[in-house]
């Protein structure tokens, strides 16, 4: 990888310096056909076979001398460009082998014309098993081998492991789909059916929140309605990380958060009570027990 990165250093300088001057040309380059262009008009007026007056001989003189300094220019940057490009070429022969013989010992028995086909199809399996497929895709058709590799198995885990990571389990799934039979005892489909339940929830946000470390932030206000509500009949102290119950059932705090008796008699002071959820404070008789249907 230390030698792509390398070759691709030197690249980009020579990329660098061909767009330089070719915006630097093409200014040049417009710059002198618009003065042409104007000292064509202006000499176009006159009537013909008139004589060029001092002041147009020295405009075309000059015009003459800046054209030809700027076609010397544009070849010393040519030849330059092409030294950039040249550094390119020896970066790509320093970081590289081409000889698979002074890779390892004995490797050139790989050399020969029909061993060389199964080198590159390990190369080109190691290649999508890392997931680049554009790489892939354009070593197998430099080298010409069959493009089969696109579709082993690990290039296509290693594509549902790019969806997982950006949050996308549908490839994980389908794959899951094509080895059920594989897959009957195992947790992963009720996992990846869990987490497209999830991703398609309105309630993703909240779900994340309590999938936090922090207790503090696994606070979800819940709005209740002027009866109370009756959402769930079981509710867990965020605090405490308990299950309510009748001798510690649910306290309602006047800023909506909800915590555990319990919890609210730990966070009392005295005649004060803070919310462990915002800046809000109250007395803690202030707080209203919440009944669950």
Wanted: charged content about 20%.
């Amino acid at each position: 990888m230390e030698s792509c990165v390398g070759v691709e250093q030197d690249l980009d300088k020579a990329i660098s310096k061909f767009n330089a001057i070719n915006d630097h040309t093409d200014v040049v380059l417009q710059d002198i056909i618009e003065q042409v262009q104007n000292l064509k008009k202006e000499i176009a007026q006159n009537p013909p076979d008139t004589p060029l007056s001092q002041t147009q001989a020295m405009v075309v003189s000059d015009l003459a001398a800046r054209v030809k300094q700027t076609v010397f220019q544009m070849s010393t940057e040519h030849r330059e460009l092409h030294a950039t490009v040249s550094r390119v070429g020896k970066s790509i022969d320093r970081h590289f082998i081409a000889d698979y013989g002074s890779v390892a010992p004995k490797a050139e028995l790989f050399c020969s014309d029909s061993n060389k086909p199964i080198m590159e199809q390990a190369i080109a399996q190691h290649i999508f098993r890392q997931g680049l497929e554009e790489v892939g895709d354009a070593f197998v058709a430099e080298s010409g081998i069959s493009p089969v590799e696109r579709t082993c198995a690990f290039a296509a885990l290693q594509r549902c492991a790019a969806a997982l990571a950006e949050g996308d389990p549908a490839p994980a799934l389908r794959w899951a789909e094509q080895h059920a039979e594989e897959l009957e005892h195992s947790p992963l489909p009720f996992t990846l059916h869990r987490m497209q339940a999830l991703k398609l929830s309105p309630f993703l946000p909240m779900f994340t929140t309590l999938a936090s470390s922090n207790p503090l932030d696994a606070c979800v206000q819940v709005d209740l309605g002027e009866d109370g509500g009756g959402y769930h009949s079981v509710f867990a102290c965020p605090i405490l990380r308990q299950q309510a119950s009748e001798q510690n059932p649910p306290m309602r705090l006047l800023c909506g958060h909800v915590i555990s008796r319990d919890a609210l008699n730990k966070l009392a002071m005295g005649a004060k009570l803070k919310c462990p959820y915002c800046p809000m404070e109250q007395a803690p008789s202030e707080a209203r027990q919440i009944y669950f249907s």
